[in-house]
Structures are given as structure tokens and as C-alpha cells.
């Protein structure tokens, strides 16, 4: 005898897929109309009040104001030579952050010295607030290395491809911190579309469990290539933390002064021994996914234009302006130093060496290991085969 | 197929082209076939391979899945026992281990463990393979990984009609096919025939007979073997070059007959030597050849050593010159 | 210029795995104390009031409650047998379902036959209510074949060993009963380990984002072998679900009404439309993780003793006894039935024969495979070289 | 260390609680090893391998992880990054895959991809192999799929010295160190010097001198080698047995020497032949030897099948009778 279900027969569904169209609007509420939005500048540069985080940047000075100015508007220069020097074929590639400067620079400048930075491969503002110089950067995009410069050398990571495998790391790297009974804390950097990753969640699961001192850092720009954030969720991604346990807040992140103050709040948790912490800044990758994308497939130029108002940048100068913080000696000297920095990256990325051949072989091993050692000598043996055909 | 047809049926396209013809025509053939992964919808896939396909057949048969490859393998295996033919698309050789486990451990047991009670006719298609300057873990050639696993079937078509007809048999096999395909020969064009016959999918085929010696290879390096074999005539030596096609099953008889008739192999490939397709041919081969191999069976392949960053891929990859110093030391023997 | 952060330097953090240990209780809410679990029969076998679900049982007859109970009592009892048979040497290996019979039955009973059921290795409970024969689930650990049955022959897929695969498997074939627009659902099995893996969370994540009919139920049994949920999670494990965008629950997983009505809850919304369900069942392992463990290495025996008190099976024995739903001959009927089930489960297993040693070369492709041939045919050869020595 | 030593400070004990003291040892010496997976804690592993060490170091050095393996060795890779040298524990072979993105994608690659300036101390410790009547994924031998992977190192110790003296060399290594226990020698016992000094955590050695044929093996197979070798004596058969130890870098100098001497060689594994460690043996020992050789390289391992329930393993693993049937057959040439 069985118990009958009594769940009686409804109509059809349609396809599973459709179901989730209308939830468009849901998940790409414009920052500003939600009321779960962290917001410290509107899009007009006022600034608006917030009991819970002002006093994170209550003792920010215009000087201070001036300075995350000038690294929004470098990383923006930066980025963009970096772009030209894609399509003269000096890199292969370049992923833009064109219109996420507020995110990194905000969450960048948050960190302490003694903090591990553990980005994707678009943190080129996260890497400038670290002081890696822009550059090295551009070693992997230009395909003479996979990632050059020294992770200790800054405490930042290398730029990880794999999608959302340096979650994990970070995990990991803040459970050593804790065990070390050291003060520092780690931030994680991530995409909305990373956020599907099974080991993105499992860097939730561990980190809470461990209690360990990392702040997830989610840029959701809106897009992972063509996908919209729809395809990874139909909630919020910032309400993923709580879960798992711990605080997840969303924030403009198009608002430097937000950025840096949500930032500031997860790792003072972070310090104080009270675990993770998601941040998710809600933004806009403005243009295309690399220098390899052609977004007309597949989204409209109207959401672009939209999202063109909230601009990062402009969004701080109409507030320095409107404080009065600055003067035009500082508009004009920061476009120099722009102009400057371009010169030298591209000075810097076409004397960029190619490298030696026997590159394949080094670092395999940190001990070494036979069959590199076989093969190394086996291409040393052909290459000379060549030269003295050629030379002798 | 490697040779072409000009029957009126025939036409010419890129490679990537042939594949996007093939799986059409499976979608419009077969309303269980759904193709499925990152992108693969209104861009079309990163190579377009999939381009115009969600815009025909709709959301619900062409799916743009979630970032996250143990999903897509994992939800494909779940259609499947539904009754649906999955095609899905790895975006990137790099990018397939997330969903190695669900491959390796589910995908690839799930006849056996039900005794022949479900079949798991999912195609995952890889494009793989180096020499496009790309970035880290956009240019491996991970088949090994695959065809040490019992329960896949794993295959690389080399032209524009192998693709074309090899994915239609990929997709009708109720055995989960690793389908890797020639990223750098996308662009490729060939004669595509829509109506010939085609040979088995896993049979190779002899691409340019030869009596000195063979060369064996599989997608992207067989045009560089009829390079070489070109090149080699010039010098007089006669090269046969067979088109593996498939990596596994292996198709040792074909080996086997054209090494007895030239005595000498060299297997060349993208992936690394070491635990490499070359070594369980060389291993298979010169077992069943002992007494005819007048030469070691050489081996023509990737160094061990992580894929290099695109200025030194040249290096890395068998090219030209790699390939004709091999045969030069097989014939020197 | 950099903006220097505000967060002051704290006293230093104790090693991160420490933090968690005060949890303990949190995690470890006992049924009936908890008010967000749902419960509808009290340990003493009480029936309580519940707003929200009463309606999911209100149409269940004395007689099905038999049928319930009939189903936990002949559950344990096959479960008991094969035990035994494990320790006899009949199997390889056993994992026991006791005390979790009420969260099997209670929501193995909630499915219709055109459901779908995908279990993990220990639904030896669901396979009853599917109608296996419980032989065939002593195959795998006899080690006579991998999980014989015939999962399409009862919608119930085959045991999955690596844990939380399974969730993903359901999720696909979830999706695809909604592209046929069909009102069936699909149930996944996992535990409170399991939750862990990002498998699960995957399948939190495209169940979500595709909307597909399916309900995942996590029996929580308080153990992963030898770690405690604490090992897993810091909040209860049904708030996982609210995070992907739907709803969990916590229900009493040792009260097999609540079992019952929560999961004909969970399906009705399946089956309406409404997307996946999170189901958490508050249960405890009773006894060993398998045959092979030893639980005294890492638990206490006062834990195990306080769960028995809430044991599935007395509960609604005291509630039949004490609503008057049955007569001595009941339960003495009920013994017989499960000494025989007994008596035929250990006959099946005993007569159970040894697979052909060919079976190794079936079925690892359905279109065949030229090595397996190869491979088949030198085995062959190899068996015949020594049937001719012997035999010749 | 094949050869055993019977110092004072020489001790009888199991495989496994050789492992357990080599930890023990690693733990005492350097503040940074930690040992980490799932039920390593308190039940001391489901082999009891980390027996005690919890109790003994704390829960800050042996760490109970959550269920998920690709956590695991993902934190494993960020601890390493901090300065720590985790010792991993994966449960049973068939459950690495889950891990294999992070092994394959961070692990192996991370050395290389920092141009040397990261290092990557980290153990994973693998119990393989079948034999113990286990149900499915308890048995499988997966090493071919590590060994193909450029910066990961794999080793397999056959016997109680060798475990504990290389597991002291893998937690020392400054690369990933890939380490797979012998499952089925765990209560296998042996002598255990622990102040010997070890040979090369990646040199070969050899069991057994011998001179009519080598036998290559390592792990759970170097027993039953022996055994044949022992068998084949009373025969009259001189065998050589080839202790591998390391499957990459695989010793072929060591391998090389030996087959000149008895210009036969058996390679045996439990894995499938197909793609296995002996294809690669094969196909360079048969380029470095091919003069030598006076039969090809055969191989005897598992079937190209899903490692088969219980109660056929027996046929599916290696035996005595295969061994000596391959013996035989490279004798006959
Ligand atoms: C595991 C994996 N799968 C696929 C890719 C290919 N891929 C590169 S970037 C990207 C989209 C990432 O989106 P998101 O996480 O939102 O980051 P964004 O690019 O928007 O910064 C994809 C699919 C990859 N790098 N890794
Ligand atoms: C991927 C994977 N890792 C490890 C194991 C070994 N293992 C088997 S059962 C188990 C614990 C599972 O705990 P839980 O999910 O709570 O289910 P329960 O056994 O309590 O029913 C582990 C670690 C496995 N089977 N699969
Ligand atoms: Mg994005
Ligand atoms: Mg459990």
C-alpha cells in the first residue's frame, strides 16, 4: 500500500528556459533604485549619507579624494593605450576594464600593504593601486610570459584564467594568515559570471568554516562575454553569502567613495576575526569582453548609453568640482602625467624582448626533473643542428 | 573523408562552417539533439561555430548555459538518461577539467555501471590545440587525458568534410564522443559533400599514399604531415601519411598495414610526448611490427612543459622542420 | 598619494579552525527546539499543528499511516539483514540507512511513479517506496556489478558513489521534463557532506537560472563518516537555497508525516512551475558510516542515545497506539512480514551468483570499441591456454 | 630503498604506519607541513594512516577539510602560497578528479607561471590500486593521468622503507609532488630505517638482479613481480625486477641499463595498458635500446573497462599467470 501523492495534475509547463526571461529587470535594477545598494555619490557626484558606512571614509581628505581621481583616470589611460597597442598587433590580446575603475580603485586603495591581492585577469586598477608597475601587466596579453611579475613582490597574485579558481586561493592564502595569527586580510577578486563556479562556492564553504580573513570581491559588470548576470542567477548575487554564513552587500560600483568604504567595512571584519565577506559591486563592463569580442552580437547600444551616465570618473569630478576640491592646474597636470604614462607603456611594450627559446624549459620544476633536463638537450642538440648548416 | 567529392552536393567551407552545417542539420534532423555551453547562443560561440543556431532553433534546444563545466556536463548526462542527444561545447581545451570529474567518473561509466541499461549519447566538443598566439590554457591538446579512460570514444577530424560527417556520427553514437577539433584550422576550407557516404568514424585514412615511410597524425598536424610529405618528395622520399582520425579506439590495423608495407613510423602531435598518443602506438605498433620496423617508431610532439606563452608556441610545436628531422633520423636507421 | 585605511590595527586572531567550535549548537538545534523546523509529530508521537502544511497530509487515511509505518518497519529490517549478511561475508560492504528511514519513506511517498528519483548510495528506504527489488541493491556491495538495476524500469537512477554528482544528473534531467513539458519532478538525494561539493552548488545554480522541477533533499544526518556538520557549514543547510534564489526548508527528518507533506510541498511546486526546493531532513546515522567504520573514534555514545529517543519508527508506533489506528494483529503481521523479507533478502543474496568473467569486457561502449575486442578475444585465448592444460 | 636495513635504529612496521611516521617526523621538524582531507582527524584517515597526528599536533597542523576536493587542494595551493607545505589527503583514487582542475590548471603550472618565484611544496597522497574487494572508485590506478602533466611529480613507494623515506623527500621537494600509496600494501610489513639515507626520490632500483628478462613495475606490483621473478626461478628463468618508484620522471637510465643487460623487458601496472606508463616505457626504451631488444616491450596491466566490481578483479588486476604468461611469450622471441 502506498500513500498517494496528492499533488494533482496542472497544466503544462512551458520550457524551462523561459521562465526566467522576465527576470531581467529584477537582476539588473539600475544602481540608484535599489534600496539594498550601497551608495555614497550619485551618478551627479552628490554625495549622499549612509549610517552604516560613512564613517569608513569620514576622514577622507580632498587630497585623498584628488588621489582616487587620478588613479581612476590612469588606470583609464592605461587601459586604453593598452587597447591601441592590441590593435597595432603589439599584444594578442587585452581584457579592457573600461568603466570598472570606481570598483578597483575603491577596493584597492581599502587594502594595507601587508594584504594579498588575488585578482582574474582584468585587475589592471587593483594592480596599479598595488603598485605593480602597469607594464608587467602586459607580458602575458603580448604573449612573452604567462604572468611575470613576482606575487610577493606586491602581494598580488597573478592573474588567474581558469574562472574562479583563485577563489581558492585566496581561501587558502587566509587560512595560513589565521594560522599565522596575523592581522592581514585577503581579498578575492571575481566575476558575475564566475560566480557558477563550483569552486567559487567551495571557497564560501571553506573560508566560512575556517573563519578565515578574506573579502570576496565580485565585480558584476552585467556580462561574462555574452551572457547576461540572468544566466548565472535569479536573485541578487550578494545574497549568495548569507548561505554560506557570513554578510554579503551589494555596492554601487561605480562609486569610488562606496567601493572604498564597503571594502574598508569587510576587511575591518576581516581583522577583527569575524570571517568572510562578499561584496558584490554592481557595475558595467563598458566595452567589449577582450580585444577578441564583438559585442553588437549580442547586446544593445541603449544599455551601454545608460549605463554611460553613471560613468566612475566623471561621477568624482563632478563632485570634486562642485566641492570645490580642485582647480583646473590639477585637470591639466593629471592629463600630462596621462599622456606621460601612455608614452611609456608604449615605449616600454615595444622594447619588450621576445624570449629566449629555452624558456619552455625553465621553471617546470623548482627541482628540476629528468625528462626536462632530456629534452633541453635534445632541442639544444636541433637548434645548433641549424647553426652549423647554416653558419659553418 | 580525405578525399574530396565534387558532386553537386558539394561545397566548399572553412572548417568551423562544416561543423555549424553538421550540427544544424542534426538539430533540424533530430528534435532530441540540443546543443548546449558558454556563449554558444546569440554570439554564436567564441569561434562561431555555433553561430546563427539559438536564432533558428530556438532557447530551448541551443542553451547558453551557466559559467561552470561540471554543470554543463553534468546537466548534459542528466538529459541524456531524459532521452536527449547533447552536444555541448568546452570553450576552450584549458577549460575542460572543471568538468573532468563528471566526464571521467559519470559520463564515461554510466553504460557499463548499468549494465547496458543507459546509454549516454552526449558529444563534448573541445576545440584544441595551439597556434593561434593565444593566451595560458587556450591552446592544449589534452586527448591523452581522455583516451586512457574507458567509456569515451575520443575523435579530431583534420578537414572541413570530416567534420562535418564525423560530428553527424559523433552525435548518432550512443557512446559519449570527446569531439576535439582543430582550433588553428577553423579558417581551413574543404570540399564539403552533404550527401556521400561517409567512411567509419573511427577508421583512419590513408591522406597521401607513400612507400618509405608513415606518417601518422590527427587534426591540426595532418596538413603539417602532407607538408612534410610534400617537402620529402622533392628530396625523393616517398611518405605516407595516414589520418588517424580517431584517438580512441585507435585504429592499429590501418597502422599496421601501411608500416608493414614502409617499415618505419613517426607520430606526430601537439600534445606532449610523455604519456602521449605516440607512445601507445609506438608501444602497440612495434608489438604487432616487431619484425618489420627497420626503425624505432619516432615521435614528433609537445615538450614536457606547460603550453609557452604564444612567442615561443613555434618552438613548442612540431612544425615543418621538427617533422623532417624525425624522418630524417627514422630513415637513417 | 594613496588613501591609507582606516581600519585600526585589532588584537590578534586565534587560529581560524578554532572559531568554529562554539557553533556546535547552533548546528546542532535538537529537533523540536528548533522553530524553523518542521514538525508534525512530536517524539512522543503528538501530532502538531501546522498552519502551512497540515494541508499536504489532511487527506491521509489510518490505513496509509500503516502503510508508512509497514514501509520503515520492513526497511529496517532489510536493512538490518543486510548488515548481517555484510558481517557473514555475503557483502563487501553495507551502509546502513538506520534512523533515517522517516526522511526516506516520508518523502519517497510524496512522488508519483513518473517522478524521477536520483539517490546517492544509501536510499535504501526510497528504493522500497520506488518498488526495487531490494536484492538488486546488495549487487554493489556484494561486488558483483556496479548497481544492476534498471533505472529506467522504476525512475530510480542508479546509486551514485561520488558524492554530490548525482545532484547535477538530476538537475539535467529536470531540465529536460520541463522541455517536454511534462508535470513530473525530479528528486536528488544528497547529504550534509555533500553539500560541501560544488557539484551541488552547480546544480543549485542551473536548477535556479533554468527554473527545472526538481527537488533536492539533503538528509543532514549530523555526519560525513567522522566530521560533523560543523565541517560543512556554519548556519543550518536548508538557508543555502535563498542564496541561488529559492526557497530551503528545514523539516524533522525522523517524523515521517512532516517528511511527507514537506516534500509533497516541494514537488507541488515542481510540478506548478516554481522551480527547484531545497529540503532539508533533520536526521542522525544511527550507526556506523559503513560496515568498514568505526564511529567510536569520533563520537560520543550519549549523542547516538539522545537521538534514539526521537527514533522514526517508535514515534509513529506511539502515535498508531495512541490514535487507536491499530490492533496487536497489525504488528504481529508486520513481524512475520519482515522476518520473511529477511529470510528472502538473505536467500537472494546466498544464491546470488559470481558475474562471468567476461562481464568485465560488456558494456563499456554501447557500439563497441575495436581494443575492447582486441582485448576480449587475447582474454579469451589466455582462459582457453589453461582449460587446455588442464582439460586436454 | 629496496634493500632493508637492520640498524639499531631500524624498526618492523606496516606500509601504512610507515606513511604515519614519516607525517609524524615532517610534522616535528617543520612548523610548516600541515596535513589536510577529509576524516584525517580523528578517525585518523579511513586507513588510519594519519592515526593520532591530530591528537598530537592540534587541529591547526591536521585539518578535518569539508567534502570537496577541489577545495582541498585549491587551499592546499594558497596555504603553499603563504609559506605553508600541505600534505594532502585525497580519500580514494576516484575521488581526485574533483581536484583534477586545480592539480592540473594551478598546481602543475603555478612554478612555471610565476617564472619561478612561487613555489609549490604540496603533497597529495593517493591510496590506488585494487585488490581490497572495494566497491566501484575505490580501485583505480590514475597515475597515466598525472604523469602526462608537465610540473607535477609522481611516485609510488612498493614497501614500507620506501614510504616512509620518500614521503620525507615529497614533503621536502619544492614541486607538487603527486603520491600514490599502494592501497593493498598498507599491512604489508618491512623494515624501516629511519636513519638511513635515502636514495633519489626519482631513481629506480632494483628488487632483484637477474638476467634473462627485466621486469619493470612499481607500487602494488613490484610484489607480485618479485613473486614471478621467484616463480620464473624455479623454472630456471633469471628475471630481473626493475623497482621503478617514480612514474615522471620515469628512470629510463636505470630501465635502459637493465634491458641492455637482459635485452627483454615486462612492464607492469594495474592501470589500463592503454595510454599507461608502460606505452611510454615501451616506446623510449624501445628508441634508446632498439639494438638491444631481441623481443618488443609488452606491457600487462588492466583493461581498457571501467575498473570492474568486486568480485572480478581478480581477472581484471595483474596475476602471477599473466605475468609469467607475458614472460614467457617476450621469451619465446
Ligand atoms: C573555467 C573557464 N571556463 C571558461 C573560460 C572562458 N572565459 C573567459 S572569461 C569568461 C567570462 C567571465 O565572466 P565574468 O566572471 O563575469 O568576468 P568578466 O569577464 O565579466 O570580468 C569566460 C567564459 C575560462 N576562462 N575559464
Ligand atoms: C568525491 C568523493 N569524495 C570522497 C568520498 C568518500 N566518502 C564516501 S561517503 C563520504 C561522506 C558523505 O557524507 P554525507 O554527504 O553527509 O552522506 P552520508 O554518508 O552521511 O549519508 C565520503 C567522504 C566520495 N565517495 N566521493
Ligand atoms: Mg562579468
Ligand atoms: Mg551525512
Same mark, same amino acid.
Given at each position: ?199 567559487? /562556492? ?9 573563519? /578565515? ?126 599622456? /606621460? ?52 | ?32 539533439? !540540443? ?44 538529459? $541524456? ?11 576552450? +581545451? ?131 604531415? !602532407? ?5 620529402? $618528395? ?7 601519411? !595516414? ?21 618505419? !613510423? ?16 609506438? $608501444? ?25 606563452? $604564444? ?9 615543418? +622542420? ?12
Amino acid at each position: 500500500m502506498t500513500v498517494e501523492s496528492t499533488a494533482a495534475r496542472k497544466p503544462r509547463r512551458s520550457a524551462g528556459t523561459k521562465s526566467t526571461a522576465g527576470k531581467r529587470t529584477t537582476a539588473r535594477n539600475a544602481p540608484g533604485t535599489d534600496p539594498e545598494l550601497v551608495q555614497l555619490l550619485t551618478p551627479e557626484g552628490q554625495r549622499v549619507k549612509n549610517a552604516e558606512y560613512d564613517k569608513y571614509v569620514a576622514g577622507v581628505t580632498p587630497e585623498e579624494l584628488r588621489g582616487l581621481y587620478r588613479d581612476m583616470v590612469l588606470t583609464r589611460r592605461f587601459d586604453a593605450e593598452a587597447t591601441s597597442l592590441q590593435r597595432q598587433g603589439e599584444l594578442g590580446l587585452w581584457a579592457s576594464l573600461l568603466g570598472q575603475e570606481a570598483a578597483q580603485i575603491g577596493s584597492g586603495r581599502a587594502l594595507r600593504d601587508d594584504d594579498y591581492v588575488f585578482p582574474t585577469y582584468r585587475e589592471h586598477g587593483v594592480a596599479w593601486c598595488r603598485g605593480v608597475d602597469p607594464t608587467n601587466l602586459l607580458g602575458m596579453f603580448r604573449g612573452v610570459n604567462n604572468g611575470g611579475w613576482d606575487p610577493n613582490g606586491n602581494n598580488f597574485h597573478l592573474y588567474t584564467i581558469v574562472i574562479g579558481s583563485q577563489t581558492l586561493h585566496a581561501t587558502g592564502y587566509a587560512m595560513g594568515i589565521a594560522k599565522d595569527g596575523a592581522d592581514s586580510a585577503v581579498i578575492a577578486y571575481f566575476g558575475d559570471g564566475a560566480s557558477s563556479q563550483g569552486d567559487v /562556492a567551495e571557497s564560501f564553504t571553506f573560508s566560512a568554516v575556517y573563519n /578565515a580573513p578574506v573579502v570576496f570581491f565580485c565585480q558584476n559588470n552585467q556580462w561574462a562575454i555574452s551572457e547576461p548576470t540572468e544566466r548565472q542567477t535569479r536573485v541578487p548575487l550578494y545574497q549568495r553569502a548569507q548561505g554560506f554564513g557570513f554578510p554579503g552587500v551589494r555596492v554601487d560600483g561605480n562609486d569610488v567613495l562606496a567601493c572604498l568604504a564597503v571594502t574598508r567595512w569587510a576587511l575591518e571584519r576581516a581583522r577583527n576575526g569575524e570571517g568572510p565577506t562578499l561584496v558584490e559591486a554592481y557595475t558595467y563592463r563598458m566595452g567589449a569582453h577582450t580585444t577578441s569580442d564583438d559585442p553588437t552580437k549580442y547586446r544593445a547600444d541603449e544599455e551601454r548609453e545608460a549605463w554611460e551616465a553613471k560613468d566612475p570618473i566623471l561621477r568624482l569630478r563632478r563632485h570634486l568640482e562642485t566641492s570645490n576640491h580642485t582647480d583646473d592646474g590639477f585637470f591639466a597636470e593629471l592629463e600630462d602625467e596621462s599622456e /606621460a604614462l601612455g608614452r611609456r607603456v608604449r615605449e616600454a611594450v615595444r622594447a619588450m624582448p621576445d624570449p629566449d627559446h629555452f624558456a619552455i624549459f625553465e621553471n617546470v620544476y623548482a627541482d628540476g626533473h629528468a625528462l626536462v633536463d632530456e629534452e633541453r638537450a635534445q632541442f639544444a642538440a636541433y637548434q645548433a643542428s641549424f647553426a652549423d648548416e647554416g653558419g659553418n | 573523408m580525405a578525399e574530396t567529392f565534387k558532386a553537386e552536393t558539394s561545397t566548399s567551407m572553412a572548417l568551423a562552417k562544416a561543423i555549424n552545417e553538421s550540427l544544424r542539420r542534426a538539430l533540424e534532423t533530430d528534435p532530441k539533439v !540540443l546543443v548546449m555551453g558558454e556563449d554558444v547562443g546569440k554570439l554564436g560561440g567564441v569561434f562561431r561555430v555555433t553561430d546563427g543556431l539559438q536564432k533558428d532553433f530556438g532557447e530551448s534546444r541551443v542553451i547558453d548555459t551557466p559559467l561552470a563545466e561540471s554543470g554543463i556536463v553534468g546537466t548534459a548526462i542528466g538529459l $541524456a538518461l531524459r532521452g536527449y542527444r547533447p552536444v555541448v561545447e568546452i570553450q576552450f +581545451d584549458g577549460f575542460v577539467f572543471p568538468a573532468y570529474d563528471q566526464i571521467v567518473t559519470q559520463l564515461a561509466k554510466m553504460h557499463a555501471r548499468s549494465l547496458g541499461k543507459v546509454k549516454m549519447p552526449v558529444v563534448v566538443r573541445i576545440p584544441y590545440g595551439g597556434g593561434i598566439g593565444a593566451v595560458e590554457h587556450h591552446s592544449e591538446s589534452p586527448e591523452s587525458l581522455f583516451a586512457h579512460v574507458a567509456g569515451l570514444k575520443v575523435v579530431s577530424p583534420s578537414n572541413a568534410s570530416d567534420a562535418y560527417w564525423m560530428m553527424q556520427q559523433a552525435i548518432q553514437s550512443d557512446d559519449p564522443v570527446i569531439f576535439f577539433e582543430p582550433k588553428r584550422r577553423y579558417w581551413d576550407k574543404g570540399e564539403v559533400n552533404t550527401e556521400a557516404i561517409p567512411g567509419e568514424l573511427h577508421k583512419a585514412q590513408v591522406a597521401r599514399e607513400g612507400t618509405d615511410l608513415t606518417l601518422a597524425a590527427y587534426g591540426p598536424m595532418v596538413k603539417l604531415c !602532407l607538408e612534410a610529405a610534400n617537402a620529402a $618528395a622533392e628530396e625523393g622520399k616517398s611518405l605516407e601519411v !595516414l589520418d588517424l582520425r580517431s584517438v580512441s579506439p585507435l585504429d592499429f590495423d590501418s597502422i599496421q598495414a601501411s608500416v608493414e608495407k614502409t617499415r618505419r !613510423l613517426v607520430v606526430v602531435h601537439e600534445a606532449p610526448v610523455f604519456f602521449g598518443s605516440g607512445a601507445e602506438i609506438a $608501444a602497440r605498433i612495434t608489438e604487432r611490427c616487431f619484425y618489420h620496423l627497420e626503425a624505432p617508431v619516432l615521435r614528433v610532439g609537445g615538450y614536457h612543459a606547460p603550453y609557452p606563452p $604564444a612567442r615561443l608556441e613555434e618552438e613548442y610545436l612540431p612544425g615543418l +622542420d621538427r617533422v623532417l628531422d624525425a624522418v630524417d633520423r627514422a630513415l637513417a636507421y
